[in-house]
C-alpha cells in the first residue's frame, strides 16, 4: 500500500526467462544498537547461473543510497525526514577473501538506481575472482562489512522508534546476471538463508526466516535463523521496546506480531486476520512455503505496509490511531491493507517481476488478490468499508453526514483512477521506472492494473480467473513472470487472442468510457424494438453487460459487444431505463453516463456514488439555541445537488442575529485542481453579496531526487470578482498569484495581490500587497522563518480597506493606513518530539514545539510620511501542541503571550495580551 509522499526504495528483481539456481548465504553479524549498526561476515557459496565464463562478481549495497543528502531539495525539507538532523547511511566493506582467507581484489562503483538519482556512489560492489568461473561452477568467498543505519523517518532501512527495520540491503547480495550483463537497477534473485545474529538480551528480533532459535549468554541474545527453501530478502525489524504476540493455532505458517506496548489487543486482531487472509489466499491460489509470519507495527504513523519474505511492516496507524474517537471504525480498512501486503508474499516474493518495468505485476495482482477477499467476505455493491456498529452515534454520524457510507473499492481504487485520468497522468502500464511519470505512477500499477485484473476476472468468470491464478504460482513460484508470459499463459488456458487487450491496456495509455446517448423505440408485431445508441469517448473497447428495465419492474441482461454504435433489445413493454456495466466490472472513466435517463439519488444521508447524480436535503433543519434567552440565534436547511468529480450547487436559507435570507454557492472543477465558484447571498430586506472566482494552477516538472518525472504547482493564479451590498455596495476585481516553485529548491514562497475597487461613480481605490517568506534550518529540527510584507493602498479607500496591523499579535488596538512595511521572523523550537500521549482515546499527543518570535513594522497615511513614529516592535512567545486525532487529522493548540516592547508612538492600551487558539485538518 501506498499511502502516500516521500519514494520507499523498493529492490526488485528480473529475469528474462532465466530459473537460477541458489546461492547461500551464511551471515554471521552483531548489532551495536549505540552506533546503529550491524557488522560482521557474509560466506557466499555463489553459483554461475550464466551460460558464460565470469571474471568477477557483482553485488548491491543499497544503504549507500542514504550516504549523501539529497542535493535537489532544501535542508528544511529534507531535515524533516530525519530524527536529529542528516544522518548518513552507509555499507562499508572492510575486506574480501576467499574461504582460504586469501584477499580478493575489490572496487566499489556507482550505477543507475531504480528509485533516486543522487548518491550513487559506492552502490555496487565487484569482486575479481582469481579466475574464471565456469557456468554451473561455484566460488566460496567471505565479505566482511559494516552497515549503519541512518536515523530518520524513513519508515524502513532506517532506525526510528527505537526500532532498527530493514525489508532489504542490510548485507551485501548479489546482482542478477541477465542476457544484457549484470543488471544493475536492483534486480534481487532467490538463494538459500542461514543467520546468526547478536543482539543485546534485552532486544526482541523479527527475522523474515523459516526456523528461528534464541541463545541467550550474559548480556548478549544470539538469533539463529534459517530458511527451508529459497528466498529473495533476510529482512529484520529489531528494538528493545517490541512486544511479541504468537497465535497459537498450531497451523502453518506461525502468525507472530511485534508491536510497541500496550497494544497487545490490536496484535490478536491482526494475527486472526493473518490466519484468515494467509488460509484463504492458500485453499484459492496454492500455499507458499513460509513457514513463519511476522508482522511489525512500523516506526511512522500512516496507513501503509510494506512486505518482504516473512516480515511484513504495517504502519503505527493501524496499531493506535486507527480506533480513536470510534474504536473499529477502521478495522475493515486495515484488514484490506494486511491482505494486500500478505499478497505480496504470492505475488513479489513467491512469484516475482521486474519492478523496473513492470511493476503492475506485484501490486496489480496484490490488488486483485485482496479486493475480492475483501469484496467475498463483505460484498461487493453499497456500503462496505466501514463496519456495522449501529449503536455507535458518532460513526453513524460520519457514515450519514459527512463521509458517506463508503465502498472500499470504489474508495480506494476507482475515485483515484478517475482522478488520475482526468489530470492527465495516464501513461502505459508496462514502462520503466525512469521514464515514468510520477505523479500517477501508483495510479497506474496499482490501480489501474487492478482494475484491468478485473475485466478480465470478468470476462473468464472469477472461479476460472482464481484457478489460472493458482496454476500461474505452481508454474512460477520462486521464478520470476514477465507481461507477455501472463499474457500467453492466460491465452492457453482460456483459448482466447489477448493481443489487443494487452496492447490497449498495459502498452499505451487509454481509457475506456461508454455513454448510453439516446434510446429509440419502436412498436412492431406486438413487440418494442429499442434502439440503445452507445457511445464510446475512449479509445479502448470492452465486452461487457447491459442490464434494461422495463416499465413493469421488470429486468433483461444482455451482453454488448464493446463496439457497435447501436445495440437492439427486444421488449414486451416499454423501457423505464437502462445501464451499461451495472456490477461495475470494467475500468470505465466516467459512470454517470452508464445511465440513461441519468440516474439521480435523492436523499437525506450524504452519498457519493460513482454512478449518478445526488440531490441531498436536510430531514430537518439544523439550529442552535441561546440557553441565557432559549432563543434560537441560528437556523439553517439547505438543499445540494451535485457528482462526485464536476460539480457541486448548494442553495440555503438561513436566519442567524436577526438577519434572513439565502445563499446560492455553485463550484465547478477542472482537472489538476483548478476550479471555478459562484456565490450569491440575499438577506431581508432587499441586501446582496456575490463572488465569482477562478483559480487556475500553472504545473511545472520539478527534480527532486527520484528518478522519475515529477510534477507539482509552479504558480497559483485566482482571479475573483465580488461585491457585498452589506459591507460597502462596493465592486472588486481581485488578482492573487502565489510563487511555488522556488519552495522544493530554497523553502521560499512568495505572493502578490492587487484589489480594485469599484463604487457607483466609477473607479475608487486600488490595493497592492505583496509577501515574501522563506525558512532556515537553524539546527535539526528548528527552523527559522522570516517573512516581509509590503502594502499600498490608492485612490480614495474605506478605513476598512486599508492596510493594518491585524497580523501583528503583540497588539490589539486598531492600526490602518495606506503603506504597510512589516517582517516578521519565527523562530521554532522543539520541545519533545515523537510522543504517543493518549487521552481518552480523543487525540494522541505526538509534539510539543515553542515559537519564539518578533513583529516588526507599522502602517502610515503615505510613503513620505513613513517614519519611526509609526513603528511597532513586538515579541512574543507561544507553545504548540501538537496532536493527531480522528483519521490521523491533525489538531493543534497554540497558546502564547505577546507584547509590544517598543512603539514609536506609544499606545498606553497596548499592555499584551494571552491567547489561545486551535487548528484542525490538514
Not at 454488448?560 to 413493454?573: A, P, Q
Not at 481581485?734 to 492587487?754: E, G, P
Request: hydrophobic share 35%; with cysteine.
Amino acid at each position: 500500500m501506498k499511502k502516500f509522499i516521500l519514494l520507499t526504495f523498493f529492490i526488485a528483481i528480473f529475469v528474462s526467462n532465466i530459473v537460477w539456481a541458489e546461492s547461500s548465504y551464511k551471515i554471521y553479524a552483531q548489532l551495536s544498537p549505540k552506533e546503529k549498526m550491524i557488522s560482521g561476515k557474509v560466506e557466499v557459496d555463489y553459483e554461475n547461473n550464466t551460460q558464460k565464463d565470469l571474471e568477477e562478481i557483482y553485488f548491491y549495497l543499497p544503504m549507500n543510497l542514504y550516504k549523501e543528502k539529497n542535493p535537489y531539495i532544501s535542508n528544511v525539507i529534507q531535515d524533516s525526514q530525519y530524527v536529529n538532523g542528516f544522518d548518513p547511511a552507509y555499507t562499508k566493506i572492510n575486506r574480501v577473501e576467499d574461504d582460504n582467507g586469501k584477499a580478493l581484489e575489490y572496487t566499489l562503483e556507482e550505477g543507475k538506481i531504480l528509485s533516486q538519482n543522487y548518491s550513487l556512489k559506492d552502490n555496487y560492489l565487484r569482486v575479481k575472482l582469481p579466475k574464471s568461473l565456469a557456468p554451473k561452477e561455484r566460488f566460496r568467498l567471505v565479505i566482511y562489512f559494516e552497515t549503519k543505519f541512518p536515523e530518520a523517518y524513513f519508515g524502513d532501512m532506517a532506525y526510528a522508534s527505537n526500532a532498527f527495520l530493514c525489508r532489504f540491503g542490510w548485507f551485501p547480495y548479489e546482482l542478477a546476471h541477465t542476457q544484457n550483463g549484470w543488471d544493475k537497477g536492483g534486480i534481487l534473485v532467490s538463494a538459500n538463508f542461514y543467520l546468526e545474529l547478536l543482539v543485546p538480551k534485552s532486544y526482541q528480533a523479527a527475522v523474515g526466516m523459516d526456523e528461528v532459535q534464541e541463545e541467550v549468554a550474559g548480556d548478549w541474545k544470539r538469533i539463529i535463523g534459517k530458511n527451508t527453501s529459497p528466498r529473495r530478502s533476510l529482512p529484520l525489524a529489531i528494538s528493545s521496546e517490541y512486544r511479541v504476540y504468537k497465535l497459537y493455532d498450531d497451523k502453518y505458517p506461525e502468525i507472530y506480531v511485534y508491536h510497541y506496548p500496550g497494544r497487545e489487543y490490536k496484535a490478536r486482531i491482526f494475527a486472526s486476520y493473518a490466519r484468515e487472509i494467509y488460509d484463504y489466499y492458500s485453499r484459492l491460489y496454492g500455499v507458499t512455503k513460509h513457514k513463519r509470519i511476522n508482522i511489525v507495527e512500523g516506526q511512522t504513523y500512516g496507513l501503509y505496509g510494506m512486505t518482504s519474505d516473512g516480515l511484513i511492516i504495517v504502519g503505527k496507524s493501524a496499531f493506535n490511531s486507527s480506533d480513536l474517537i470510534t474504536p473499529f471504525i477502521l478495522e475493515r480498512l486495515n484488514e484490506f491493507l494486511l491482505a494486500h501486503e500478505i499478497a505480496h508474499l504470492w505475488w513479489a516474493m513467491d512469484i516475482s517481476t521486474d519492478f523496473d518495468r513492470e511493476n503492475w505485476i506485484s501490486e496489480g495482482f496484490a490488488q486483485y488478490l485482496s479486493i475480492t477477499y475483501f469484496e467475498r467476505k463483505y460484498g461487493a455493491k453499497g456500503g462496505n468499508l466501514f463496519p456495522d456498529l449501529e449503536d455507535d452515534y458518532f460513526l453513524s454520524y460520519i457514515k450519514d453526514y459527512l463521509l458517506g457510507d463508503l465502498n472500499l473499492r470504489e474508495y480506494m481504487v476507482e475515485i483515484p483512477y478517475i482522478y488520475y485520468l482526468r489530470d492527465g497522468w495516464d501513461e502505459e502500464i508496462v514502462k520503466d521506472f525512469w521514464n515514468s511519470c510520477a505523479n500517477g505512477y501508483s495510479d497506474k500499477v496499482y490501480n489501474k492494473s487492478y482494475l484491468a485484473l478485473r475485466a478480465l476476472a470478468y470476462e473468464f468468470g472469477e472461479d476460472n480467473f482464481d484457478n489460472y491464478i493458482k496454476n500461474l504460482h505452481e508454474k512460477y513460484e520462486n521464478k520470476v513472470i514477465t507481461t507477455e508470459e501472463i499474457k500467453s499463459n492466460l491465452e492457453k488456458y482460456s483459448g482466447k487472442d489477448l493481443s489487443e487487450f494487452f496492447k490497449k491496456w498495459f502498452y499505451s495509455k487509454g481509457k475506456v468510457d461508454y455513454e448510453i446517448v439516446g434510446i429509440k423505440t419502436l412498436y412492431k408485431d406486438g413487440k418494442y424494438i429499442n434502439r440503445i445508441e452507445i457511445k464510446n469517448n475512449g479509445e479502448i473497447n470492452i465486452p461487457c453487460e447491459v442490464k434494461v428495465f422495463t416499465q413493469d419492474k421488470q429486468e433483461k441482461k444482455v451482453i454488448y459487444d464493446g463496439i457497435s454504435k447501436i445495440l437492439e433489445v427486444e421488449t414486451n413493454v416499454p423501457i423505464d431505463k437502462v445501464v451499461i456495466d451495472p456490477d461495475s466490472k470494467i475500468p470505465d472513466a466516467n459512470r454517470v453516463n452508464n445511465w440513461y435517463p441519468r440516474k439521480i439519488i435523492f436523499t437525506s444521508k450524504r452519498e457519493i456514488p460513482l454512478d449518478a447524480y445526488v440531490f441531498y436535503y436536510d430531514l430537518v433543519p439544523s439550529f442552535s439555541i441561546d440557553f441565557s434567552t432559549f432563543e434560537i440565534n441560528y437556523a439553517s436547511y439547505h438543499l445540494e445537488f451535485y457528482d462526485l468529480f464536476n460539480f457541486h450547487l448548494l442553495l440555503e436559507s438561513f436566519y442567524q442575529d436577526g438577519y434572513r435570507g439565502a445563499n446560492f454557492i455553485f463550484t465547478r472543477n477542472f482537472p489538476k485542481d483548478d476550479n471555478f465558484t459562484m456565490q450569491f447571498v440575499f438577506m431581508e430586506p432587499d441586501i446582496w453579496a456575490g463572488k465569482l472566482s477562478f483559480t487556475k494552477n500553472i504545473w511545472k516538472k520539478f527534480d527532486l531526487g527520484i528518478s522519475n518525472n515529477y510534477w507539482d504547482k509552479a504558480y497559483i493564479l485566482n482571479f475573483s470578482l465580488s461585491y457585498n451590498e452589506l459591507l460597502n455596495n462596493k465592486l472588486y476585481f481581485d488578482f492573487v498569484i502565489t510563487r511555488v516553485a522556488d519552495y522544493y529548491k530554497k523553502a521560499l514562497l512568495s505572493q502578490f495581490s492587487l484589489r480594485t475597487g469599484y463604487s457607483r461613480v466609477g473607479f475608487d481605490m486600488y490595493r497592492v500587497d505583496g509577501v515574501l517568506s522563506k525558512d532556515f534550518l537553524i539546527f535539526p529540527q528548528s527552523t527559522l522563518n522570516i517573512t516581509a510584507k509590503v502594502g499600498y493602498v490608492g485612490g480614495n479607500p474605506d478605513e476598512e480597506e486599508r492596510v493594518n496591523l491585524s497580523d501583528f499579535k503583540s497588539l490589539t488596538s486598531d492600526y490602518y493606513g495606506n503603506v504597510k512595511l512589516a517582517s516578521f521572523i519565527n523562530w521554532n523550537i522543539p520541545i519533545a518530539k515523537d510522543l504517543e500521549l493518549k487521552f481518552f482515546n480523543f487525540f494522541i499527543l505526538h509534539r510539543l514545539e515553542t515559537n519564539v518570535y518578533l513583529e516588526f513594522g507599522g502602517v502610515w497615511d503615505n510613503i513620505n510620511s513613513i517614519d519611526k513614529a509609526g513603528l511597532n516592535l513586538g515579541l512574543g512567545f507561544e507553545f504548540v501542541y501538537k496532536f493527531i486525532t480522528f483519521f490521523d487529522l491533525p489538531l493543534n493548540l497554540y497558546m502564547g503571550y505577546a507584547f509590544p516592547i517598543w512603539q514609536g508612538t506609544p499606545n498606553p492600551n497596548e499592555v499584551g495580551r494571552f491567547y489561545s487558539y486551535l487548528s484542525f485538518g490538514l
